[in-house]
């Protein structure tokens, strides 16, 4: 296999995985080579997503490393072994890599998980909503690459129409008038309809909530086919952050529960979206 230019997210989170699994069985990358008889400058390549590796040679090194986790290895196995391109792909060079690896990501989720304070979340962005965002970056984008990005985000949201998708909003995110009066009523009213499928659960989080502190939980959380491989993905200044270490998703895990315990319910959600609605 040749040497990947630029690994996706979900390439390089198999080599963190199987890194992981050896440093946790105690061996060296040396020892892991002469077992699959390459050199251990292959290995770190296998680590860094730089390229791939098969299902046997997979299977062996986690029999190797004492893994016994069955249902871990057969998930590890399955993102070796799926290699085929998803329809990001037809982005690639034209957005930045941040926008396919999301993508990617939501394509696998066994669920997604959202929290969001001043925005509403992408996938359930309208394109007027989608193309105000886009158009308040600075540097200033050009209409043609506003209108790539709306595209995409709106292909993003076909990863939400069969799987289990909760998503916490503050008030705060739906008060803000990102666009214009008619284009925030229009944004609230698509919530509104898109929260009606059984597999989409809107919660909202009030103003008038007393000793609310966890503003800055905002997060998207993805499931994996195991919780092992569950990731968050937290915006910052310098692009998408991918988090997968054990100790994080467990704190990611508690603090969703805990933005959730505080919300209102969906029915009750509902009405306060349709009031706000109103207002406008």
């Not at 946790?24 to 390459?38: D, I, Y």
């Not at 503003?215 to 952050?241: I, Q």
Request: aromatic share 8%; charged share 25%.
């Amino acid at each position: 296999m040749g040497l990947r230019r630029e690994p996706t997210a979900r390439q390089l989170r198999l080599g963190v995985e199987l890194r992981r699994l050896r440093e946790a069985a105690g061996l060296k990358g040396r020892e892991a080579a002469e077992l699959l008889g390459v050199s251990s400058v292959q290995i770190n390549q296998i680590e860094s997503g730089l390229t791939g590796v098969s299902e046997a040679r997979l299977r062996r090194l986690a029999t190797h490393y004492m893994c016994t986790d069955e249902e871990l290895i057969s998930a590890l196995a399955a993102m070796a072994t799926q290699r085929t391109h998803g329809w990001w792909a037809e982005y690639q060079w034209q957005l930045p890599k941040p926008f396919l690896d999301l993508a990617e990501l939501e394509h696998h989720a066994a669920f997604l998980r959202e929290v969001q304070f001043l925005f509403v979340p992408g996938s359930l962005q309208t394109e007027d909503y989608a193309r105000a965002v886009f158009a308040y970056r600075v540097p200033v984008l050009p209409p043609e690459d506003i209108e790539l990005r709306v595209r995409h985000r709106m292909q993003r949201q076909t990863a939400v129409t069969d799987i289990p998708y909760e998503v916490v909003i503050h008030e705060a995110a739906l008060r803000i008038m990102v666009g214009d009066r008619a284009a925030s009523r229009a944004q609230l009213t698509h919530i509104l309809e898109r929260s009606e499928a059984e597999h989409v659960t809107v919660r909202v989080i009030p103003f008038h909530l007393e000793g609310f502190a966890g503003a800055a939980s905002a997060m998207a959380y993805a499931g994996g086919p195991v919780p092992k491989l569950d990731t968050v993905v937290r915006d910052s200044p310098h692009g998408a952050a991918f988090i997968d270490s054990e100790a994080q998703l467990s704190a990611f895990r508690t603090l969703f529960h805990n933005v959730k315990a505080v919300s209102l319910d969906p029915a009750h959600s509902r009405t306060f979206i349709h009031t706000l609605a109103k207002e406008l």
